[in-house]
């Protein structure tokens, strides 16, 4: 009998597999054909401890150690830009409290992106405590501590049924059944309907689109230094990413849980939204996508056992700060399991628990 099973794949599961082998035999069950095909493949790969809800931001400054050290580091420079439009100070003040960047003036601003439209962009805002991360490397190496202890990895699973036994679980993939002590679910988008199967109450998850569009550099720009540039309401950013430039609408659609396209017409209506504060018109795409961004109902991540069954464990709700708290919330994870005490604070803990939902 397998002590830990995970389902899903990507860098919720594949980090909470991760801390779990060291615990006990550990099998991470990935539907599609590679690790990270979801959500976790569509990142915007940015670490900015600051963003986010209370606990997210917790789970985020948590894992800061993990980024800058483990393996050699995960992150590189990048920056983030925030851009107000003129006569919106008040938002603006609130945006700098809120993400504890500074106001540099227009020319300071150019200087970093010479595409800038003064003529709409009023305030601007910058920071330099914002990183690239190696995505596919992070989920590569959790993927690679989960062999060394000794558990398995499969991709092309699909779970049809999961049973509860007097031992634990019996979970059925691809016709051959496993069984397991503890079920870990971190199914993404699909975390209600791996619930649903095992006869656990579903908690309100929402799937939410987001498109992104690559567009070939502004002007022919050098983008290697630029920051991320986002509007002050998100309702746009733009990030540079090998020699092009990210566009995405910033819209939170609620969809079912499905292999997520963009809407031709959200995306045509952020591209419009970020070229009213450049200079230079969007005339090409190069290519677009989407993800689904998964929240609970009040937007905080879901980290612990459930209500009805302490071996139905829920690693859920990363929303879109998945990456940037993986380290910690995987860690989280691992001392509830092993009984060990967090090092997170209380009201952190308390905004993660499931039983907020009973």
């Not at 690790?35 to 606990?55: D, T, V, W």
């Not at 050699?72 to 003040?93: C, K, N, T, V």
Request: proline share 6%; with cysteine.
């Amino acid at each position: 009998m397998i002590d830990f099973l995970v389902i899903g794949g990507g860098i919720a599961g594949t980090s909470a597999a991760a801390r779990l082998a060291s615990l006990g035999s550990t099998l991470l069950l990935e539907r599609e054909p590679a690790l990270g095909y979801h959500a976790s493949g569509r990142s915007a790969a940015l670490y900015e401890s600051n963003y986010g809800l209370a606990s997210t931001v917790a789970l985020s400054k948590a894992s800061a150690e993990y980024f800058h050290h483990a393996h050699g580091g995960f992150l590189s420079p990048r920056g983030l830009m925030f851009i107000a439009s003129h006569g919106e100070q008040d938002a603006f003040a609130k945006a700098c409290d809120t993400f504890q960047v500074d106001p540099i003036d227009m020319d300071a601003a150019l200087a970093k992106v010479p595409i800038l439209n003064p003529d709409t962009v009023g305030q601007v805002a910058y920071h330099e405590a914002a990183f690239d991360i190696d995505t596919d490397r992070m989920i590569q190496t959790f993927a690679k501590e989960v062999r060394t202890h000794g558990g398995s990895v499969k991709t092309g699973q699909t779970v049809t049924s999961i049973t509860r036994t007097p031992q634990g679980w019996d979970i059925t993939a691809n016709d051959e059944t496993y069984s397991a002590r503890m079920l870990v679910n971190a199914a993404g988008a699909w975390v209600d309907e791996i619930a649903k199967m095992a006869g656990i109450a579903p908690l309100g998850f929402t799937p939410l689109r987001r498109s992104m569009a690559r567009i070939p550099a502004p002007g022919g720009h050098d983008l290697s230094g630029w920051p991320m540039i986002l509007d002050i309401h998100e309702t746009w950013y733009a990030k540079p990413d090998a020699g092009s430039l990210l566009v995405s609408p910033a819209e939170e659609d609620p969809m079912p849980p499905f292999d997520a396209w963009p809407d031709d017409m959200v995306l045509a209506e952020g591209i419009a939204r970020y070229q009213e504060y450049v200079t230079e018109d969007v005339t090409q795409l190069s290519a677009s996508w989407a993800g689904l961004r998964t929240f609970s109902p009040d937007r905080n991540l879901v980290l612990g056992p459930a209500t009805d069954d302490a071996a139905f464990f829920w690693v859920a709700g990363q929303g879109g700060y998945g990456f940037q708290s993986a380290p910690a919330a995987s860690q989280y994870v691992a001392d509830q399991i092993a009984g060990r005490p967090s090092e997170l604070d209380q009201q952190t803990r308390d905004a993660l628990n499931p039983q907020r939902f009973s």
